[in-house]
């Protein structure tokens, strides 16, 4: 056998392995503790929520970031890992009476898949914005729609404790009125893709987070698939015995 | 405090004598529903109160466990034992009786920090199990811990959509980069690791019982230490 075919078959043998996934699971542990030790003690940390993943990797020094690179770079090989073994389950192993309890793992490694894919697009794609707002204050959004601060409302408590939230903003496109919604604690407003939430009130006054996440609907179904995908396989286990 | 006191006597004497550990279950439940009652809803904020939560959650688990599965004396005695000990620990802390940040107040939270600890709950009990296997090899216990365990993990991924639910609707993200959120990642990793183990020869039998146990720590620490000593959306 040619030496680069032999390589390559060594490659998928490893990539075709349990246990390439049992230390790479290891690997990853070993790079998030080490996030973990380190994000509370570096102050580059402070922003890391601020803007998209990638933007902010780019900008962070290395020092504060080899971790995540690390963490990154096993991702892809567990990714490779989970695909290749997935594709090999399905392949080798098609008769029906055991199909539901060989679908299962799959089903949780496609959810783990798009779970990936919803940081992906998030790391790239989320923005992030903060407006400080008076009752009456205008914004334009993307995609020539203005907003509007139509009023606030703060309920406090005798002791001073701000109880309840409530900010009325509208949103105009090229002088129409296009919909009134009312932004409170866990209750955002969405428009074309931006979630407007309140991240502070004041009487009269508002602190605004205009924020785009493309990568939540990938992470809920990834979510939905993985759960659902392990439900069915622990059934099933504890069926079978 | 008081019920939270008694409970924990009750546990303690559960150690040698099993239906009192059922009372100090049915003592503590009734004072979390008390505690319910009173402030209008989960009684799930604060050290106190999800302490004496995971407790009574794991109490629970345990004596399902021993009731349907595996009636044997120790393994309920050692379960006894964790749940007097997390109760006594709830007492060094007082309960949280102040209004809650409306941030918290959504189903969302409270179903995310309920099967949080209904699945920490899990992993305690498949740590036990994993002791007893680790003490004396046996096929039964092995299986079991494998089973409460990968059910614990089932219901921390649940908690864990809810969680990501009640971020995207709070703070505008699905998951915010804190030390709270890469522990909670390190529990989900450190138990695929520790489901996938059992499957490759090398791995299965006692190191994947040392992983199932020792992952309850992991578990601990994300809740306790992380919770306390570093800030974060999670803080106590």
Request: charged fraction near 15%.
């Amino acid at each position: 056998m040619k030496p680069g075919v032999s390589v390559l078959g060594g490659i998928l043998d490893a990539l075709l392995s349990t246990r390439t996934a049992l230390w790479l699971l290891l690997v990853e542990i070993g790079f998030f503790v080490a996030g973990a030790v380190l994000m509370p003690v570096l102050p580059s940390y402070g922003t890391m929520n601020a803007s998209a993943l990638f933007y902010w990797l780019g900008a962070a020094p290395l020092r504060a970031t080899w971790w995540l690179w690390g963490a990154i770079g096993v991702l892809i090989l567990l990714t490779l890992n989970t695909l290749v073994c997935s594709l090999d389950s399905l392949m080798r192993k098609r008769e029906g009476r055991r199909f539901l309890l060989i679908i299962s793992p799959q089903i949780i490694h496609a959810g783990f898949l798009l779970l990936l894919l919803a940081h992906l697009v998030s790391a790239a794609g989320a923005a992030k914005q903060n407006v400080l707002a008076r009752e009456g204050s205008r914004f334009r959004l993307p995609g020539e729609t203005t907003m509007v601060v139509k009023d606030v409302d703060v309920a406090v408590s005798s002791e001073g404790f701000p109880l309840d939230w409530r900010a009325t903003v509208a949103y105009y496109k090229a002088g129409r009125a296009l919909k009134e919604d009312v932004v409170g604690p866990n209750r955002p407003s969405f428009h074309e893709g931006i979630g407007v939430y309140i991240q502070d009130v004041r009487p009269g006054a508002v602190l605004l987070l205009l924020s785009r996440e493309p990568g939540a609907p990938w992470a809920l179904a990834g979510a939905v698939l993985f759960t659902l995908g392990t439900l069915l396989l622990l059934a099933l286990k504890i069926l079978r015995e | 405090m008081i019920p939270a006191a008694a409970a924990f006597a009750l546990y303690l004497v559960g150690i040698v004598s099993r239906p009192f550990v059922y009372a100090g279950f049915l003592l503590q439940s009734g004072y979390l529903l008390y505690r319910g009652a009173l402030i209008g809803r989960l009684p799930l904020v604060g050290v106190h109160d999800t302490l004496n939560f995971l407790s009574a959650s794991l109490a629970g688990f345990a004596a399902a466990v021993y009731i349907t599965e595996y009636p044997e004396r120790k393994f309920l005695s050692a379960c006894s034992g964790m749940a007097a000990l997390f109760t006594v620990l709830s007492l060094l802390r007082p309960p949280h009786m102040g209004p809650l940040p409306p941030v918290l107040d959504t189903h969302w939270f409270e179903l995310h920090v309920a099967l949080s600890f209904f699945s920490y709950a899990l992993f305690g009990v498949a740590a036990v199990l994993g002791v007893l296997y680790l003490r004396s090899p046996g096929l039964r216990e092995e299986r079991l811990q494998y089973r409460v365990a990968f059910l614990g993990y089932a219901v921390f991924s649940i908690s864990m959509i809810f969680g990501g639910v009640w971020a995207h609707l709070a703070w505008g993200t699905y998951w915010l980069w804190t030390p709270k959120e890469l522990w909670t990642v390190l529990i989900w990793l450190y138990y695929s690791l520790y489901l996938h183990a059992r499957l490759v020869g090398g791995w299965a039998g006692r190191p994947s019982a040392v992983l199932g146990t020792a992952g309850f720590a992991v578990v601990i620490f994300t809740y306790l230490g992380v919770g306390l000593l570093m800030k974060s959306s999670h803080s106590f």
